[in-house]
């Protein structure tokens, strides 16, 4: 039972309802037609149970989960990224370059790995932020427009398939809009974020050749680990809060997405 009387209800974001990455907390207001003089907090619990024994815990919820650990890696990366030296170099008269420290090198491949895992994490705070639409709103068969044999046909899909088989383009397009009841992001500021993170993590998620190291006669050309080099971290899990926060308005976001935690540190 709930309230409208906001005296009668705690704020939602109150250290006693817990950890900020808890899935569903929430205050019970009454039980069946009473009303409780007190309000109750509650939780979403997963219970697995096995023969002669159980495992119960409060439901954490993925997107946070992938977030905050995105965060963390982003504050670490941009700590790790301080102590890495470069030294100037010239190999022409007008030609400045900049040689990695030969004790740096360590802390730049540290820098590589936190800020590869970050992005990961953070792409993953989105994927799993749609799935859990999929699974929340959508209604049994989901329908899907795929190619066969080079014409395009309407599909149904149940909700396992349609979580593999959907791209997360097609989901945060398409499907997650559409159960929400908010226009296509495509084509906004949070769209674009979400792709220049797409495309960093996928390089990192699946290093070609190229993105590592060029050929002598493209040499000049900047690789994917070059680009990590000029970039700032913090602006990995910022884009995939760009995403989420677009999806909710201030008065429905969910408590995780107000975590006071998730701000850049003072530099």
Not at 1 to 17: C, F, G, R, Y
Not at 52 to 66: I, M, R
Not at 163 to 191: A, C, F, H
């Amino acid at each position: 039972m709930s309230t409208n009387d906001p005296a009668k209800v705690p704020d939602n974001n109150l250290p006693e309802m817990g950890d900020w990455r808890t899935a569903k907390p929430f205050w019970v207001t009454g039980i069946g037609a009473e009303v409780l003089p007190t309000p109750l907090l509650a939780h979403q619990v997963t219970v697995t149970e096995a023969p002669g024994k159980f495992h119960s815990f409060v439901t954490p919820s993925a997107p946070a989960l992938h977030l905050n650990f995105a965060w963390k890696l982003a504050r670490q990366a941009s700590t790790t990224r301080k102590a890495i030296r470069w030294n100037t170099a010239r190999n022409l008269p007008f030609n400045v370059g900049y040689e990695i420290n030969a004790e740096s090198v360590g802390p730049l491949y540290d820098y590589f790995e936190e800020t590869m895992a970050c992005a990961i994490a953070s792409f993953a705070a989105v994927e799993a932020f749609c799935n859990g639409v999929l699974a929340e709103r959508a209604t049994l068969p989901i329908k899907a427009k795929r190619k066969r044999n080079g014409v395009e046909d309407e599909v149904s899909m149940s909700l396992e398939d349609a979580e593999r088989l959907l791209t997360t383009d097609e989901k945060l397009k398409r499907y997650v809009p559409d159960l929400l009841g908010v226009p296509t992001p495509s084509g906004k500021k949070p769209w674009q974020a979400y792709k220049r993170l797409k495309d960093l993590r996928d390089t990192v998620t699946h290093f070609k050749r190229k993105d590592q190291a060029k050929h002598a006669l493209d040499s000049h050309e900047p690789t994917a680990l070059h680009a990590m080099t000029q970039l700032d971290p913090y602006v990995l899990p910022e884009a995939a809060m760009l995403v989420l926060e677009y999806f909710h308005s201030k008065e429905v976001r969910p408590r995780w997405l107000h975590n006071p935690s998730w701000l850049r540190h003072a530099e």
